[in-house]
């Protein structure tokens, strides 16, 4: 049990968020840290995000609603943490949930370390529109590549393993030193990867601890950000430019191999979107900087079902059948769902089943492990410039 109780304060930025903030708001008001702010930001909303807050404003006094015109995400959580009285911030987007545990764990953590550490992130799990978990194919990649402690900054660099911007708490004095979350990507229309640089700058100066507990719920849903994957591309490149030129010690392999990374994510991201030829685009410019990554492309028989894609889509579309249709029958990979309870019954009975991967695919998974931990070694040597 915790002793101490530090207050955490909550931000939530919310636009256009109706569908899914109650369940946000329950998923937080019913978590076993109880001494906690939770301060919603409206930005610009034209729905019923504000009138939904404040419902939940007139049965918990904890619950707090910011409105603003319509800014962006970056300046609306950047507001909730001005206004935000906490010893520790803990972000949440508006469509995320966490399960019970989240903010007691980590606070707990904290607790226990010294102010060298900065920020304690836990493990995510895909969500449905429904809060079914998806996509969960092997453990082991959360254990190999999902928990990285201490110094991190390299390992950052070449992959944002904290996942989403629901997943950390903050330590307050941590952003009181390097800013708040950088509000410049949306007058570049290049939002998408804030969080990403806000933890970097973080880990410029700060260690990272994890809480090694699936606690974070993180939506997918069509129409999301992962739709906007264009944005996300230019987000990414003026991120990694930035930090290329701050650290020149970093090898351009670590970058390089950063950036087919990225490419991969957005090559899943616009095939889940159904923009087919984009996907071809961004699988080249991955494997361009990562030759290596073709194997990965043998998993599934990724490039011949996207190529029939692109060939049967015109055809689908003189018949009047919509993408729905064609997605149905050329499916990628089928997911599994099942509820957080069934979820961990089934890891806490080691029962939860592991795709299996063709010899390629099993290859090149090693070779990014012997990747993985080269780069954790390089880290161990990297200096932090705290105070």
Not at 105 to 115: C, I, P, T
Not at 134 to 162: H, Q, R
Not at 294 to 312: A, D, E, H
Request: glycine share 4%; charged share 20%.
């Amino acid at each position: 049990m915790i002793i101490e109780s530090p207050l955490v304060s909550v931000i939530v930025p919310a636009y256009n968020a109706d569908t899914f903030i109650e369940r946000t708001l329950n998923s937080i008001l019913t978590q076993t840290y109880i001494n906690i702010e939770v301060l919603v930001v409206d930005d610009g909303s034209e729905d019923r995000t504000g009138e939904i807050v404040k419902s939940f404003i007139e049965k918990d006094n904890r619950v707090i609603l910011l409105k603003q015109k319509n800014a962006g995400v970056a300046a609306a959580r950047n507001l909730a943490i001005e206004k935000s009285r906490g010893e520790y911030i803990a972000p949440i987007d508006a469509d995320d949930i966490w399960y019970p545990q989240k903010l007691e764990k980590q606070v707990q953590y904290m607790l226990e370390a010294d102010q060298s550490l900065g920020l304690v992130y836990a493990w995510s799990l895909r969500i449905d529109e429904n809060d079914l978990i998806f996509g969960i194919s092997n453990i082991e990649d959360y254990k190999n590549f999902l928990t990285v402690e201490g110094i991190v900054y390299p390992a950052l660099v070449y992959t944002n393993f904290i996942g989403n911007s629901s997943a950390p708490l903050i330590r307050r004095s941590c952003l009181e030193k390097v800013g708040f979350y950088n509000c410049k990507f949306k007058a570049y229309n290049a939002q998408g990867c804030e969080d990403w640089h806000l933890y970097l700058r973080i880990a410029e100066h700060y260690k990272f601890g994890v809480v090694r507990e699936f606690l974070i719920g993180y939506r997918h849903v069509k129409g999301s950000m992962s739709c906007n994957y264009l944005s996300m591309e230019k987000s990414y490149n003026l991120l990694i430019a930035e930090f290329r030129q701050r650290h020149p010690q970093i090898p351009n392999y670590i970058y390089n191999l950063s950036a087919s990374n990225f490419y991969f994510y957005l090559l899943r991201a616009s095939q889940e979107c159904g923009d087919y030829w984009n996907t071809l685009i961004f699988g080249y410019k991955g494997i361009k900087l990562d030759y290596i990554q073709v194997f990965t492309l043998f998993k599934y028989q990724f490039w011949i079902k996207v190529v029939l894609k692109i060939v049967l889509e015109p055809i689908m579309s003189f018949m009047g059948l919509k993408h729905d249709y064609l997605y149905k029958y050329f499916k990628i990979r089928k997911y599994h769902k099942i509820s957080y309870v069934d979820f961990v019954i089934a890891i806490t009975e080691n029962q939860i089943e592991i795709n299996k991967q063709q010899n390629s695919a099993k290859q090149y998974d090693k070779i990014k492990l012997q990747r993985w931990l080269q780069i954790l070694r390089f880290s161990q040597a990297f200096e932090l410039s705290i105070n």
